[in-house]
T-cell receptor
Framework: DTEVTQTPKHLVMGMTNKKSLKCEQH?????MYWYKQKAKKPPELMFV???????INESVPSRFSPECPNSSLLNLHLHALQPEDSALYLC????????????FGPGTRLTVT | QQQVKQSPQSLIVQKGGIPIINCAYE??????FPWYQQFPGKGPALLIA?????SEKKEGRFTISFNKSAKQFSLHIMDSQPGDSATYFC??????????????FGSGTQLTVLP
């Protein structure tokens, strides 16, 4: 089973709202990733967690705040977003941070109004 | 150095045709080359991958050809079907800082297979 699940599927939020995206995997993977994907573009890496610790932050604005409460869960907390932050947010996981295969979830379609 | 160049941007073939998508890279530290298939509104799905010690890999109707000296690799889809219509991303992976491994994606190819 190579399933990564994400909730919600769709999210509409105002610029003053606070919301969270959730990602879950039960493959025993110890590396988890957040990506942002704009229409007709490839995914862009935002954050990497390895063994529940933040390993890579690709200079993402502080209005995006990741959290990894345990080895199966990854959250992305959103606050004071801008309309240009509207995108598909993808979670992925790999066996470990040096692992080859990354498996993506279905994504959360975020619209900031 | 980190870029992966993908072509064509879009591709239309008839059912049964063999679409070919090409990618080229510069960074010789890349050592893993996956292809992802993405349907509208879905996340990318790992389709097939190759490492530079082999020149070809087949999985079902999908074949990767790899030319290490030219730093190029390509995806061939045999007997293409309308259900193969999707966006295809090539990617390359190598060791980043420490033991981290990051994917560098190509720009994507939108494939349409006509019935």
């Amino acid at each position: 089973d190579t399933e990564v699940t994400q909730t919600p599927k769709h999210l509409v939020m105002g610029m003053t709202n606070k919301k969270s995206l959730k990602c879950e995997q039960h493959m025993g993977h110890r590396a988890m990733y957040w990506y942002k994907q704009k229409a007709k573009k490839p995914p862009e890496l935002m954050f990497v967690y390895s063994y529940e610790k933040l390993s890579i932050n690709e200079s993402v604005p502080s209005r995006f705040s990741p959290e990894c409460p345990n080895s199966s869960l990854l959250n992305l907390h959103l606050h004071a977003l801008q309309p240009e932050d509207s995108a598909l947010y993808l979670c992925a996981s790999s066996q470990r941070i040096g692992g080859y295969e990354q498996y993506f979830g279905p994504g959360t379609r975020l619209t900031v109004t | 150095q980190q870029q992966v160049k993908q072509s064509p941007q879009s591709l239309i073939v008839q059912k049964g045709g063999i679409p070919i998508i090409n990618c080229a890279y510069e960074n010789t530290a890349f050592d893993y080359f996956p292809w992802y298939q993405q349907f509208p509104g879905k996340g990318p799905a790992l389709l097939i991958a190759i490492r530079p010690d082999v020149s070809e890999k087949k999985e079902g109707r999908f074949t990767i050809s790899f030319n290490k000296s030219a730093k190029q690799f390509s995806l061939h889809i045999m007997d293409s079907q309308p259900g193969d219509s999707a966006t295809y991303f090539c990617a390359a992976s190598g060791r980043a800082s420490g033991s981290a491994r990051q994917l560098t994606f190509g720009s994507g190819t939108q494939l349409t297979v006509l019935p």
